[in-house]
């Protein structure tokens, strides 16, 4: 029999569940009932603890994918182009396992609306995220004098999350959940971008 530290709380067993679930299946065709059913609960314990599939999906995000964990408390110290290209690095790692989530988000207009509607109640920014922090970490290292003051850190934080983007959907169309060769690709793309920062 499992001690009491082996048995996950209910939280975190219904996240953990709609974590495999939506990777399954996609945010689109997965339902409060299979989240529930996958963690061993009744749809009635899951809304005990969430309001609806769209918290769900903000705390798989939030919890349960790799995050952007370096951002705004590194700032002013470690070298920045190191720093950033960790983070760079990050955002593949997140956009390479979000994909097969969100994809099915996109298939229906109506759909679309629905869990936009979703993550605006809840508070959450939604896909312009990760250029808000990113763009927040170099706001804070120009103002410690490590960024030049004319630096478009908007247009920076843009580039380099696009580009993240775009290596975490090259992976996911390939059927992989993580970026092949990241840290070099991260580094070259932090090397072009750094002389517009410095």
Request: hydrophobic share 50%.
């Amino acid at each position: 029999m499992p001690s009491a530290a082996e048995v996950k709380p209910a939280r975190e067993r219904i996240l953990d569940a709609a974590a495999a679930v939506m990777r399954e299946r996609g945010v689109a065709n997965t339902t409060t009932k299979a989240i529930a059913a996958a963690a061993g609960y009744s749809e009635a314990m899951l809304y005990k603890h969430f309001t609806d599939k769209q918290e769900l999906f903000l705390l798989v995000l939030t919890e349960r994918l790799p995050a952007l964990r370096l951002a705004l408390a590194t700032v002013g110290t470690g070298e920045l182009g190191a720093n950033l290209t960790t983070i760079v690095e990050q955002l593949m790692s997140y956009f390479a396992e979000l994909f097969p989530m969100s994809v099915s988000i996109f298939s229906a207009p109506d759909l679309l609306v629905q869990h936009r509607e979703g993550i605006a109640r809840h508070g959450a920014w939604g896909p312009s995220g990760p250029i808000r922090v990113l763009a927040g970490y170099l706001d804070e290292e120009r103002a410690g004098g490590r960024i030049r003051p004319d630096a478009d850190t908007v247009a920076v934080a843009q580039l380099l999350v696009g580009i993240a983007f775009h290596q975490g959907f090259l992976a996911a169309f390939e059927g992989n959940s993580t970026v092949s060769d990241a840290p070099a690709l991260a580094s070259a793309a932090v090397a072009t971008v750094l002389p517009a920062l410095t």
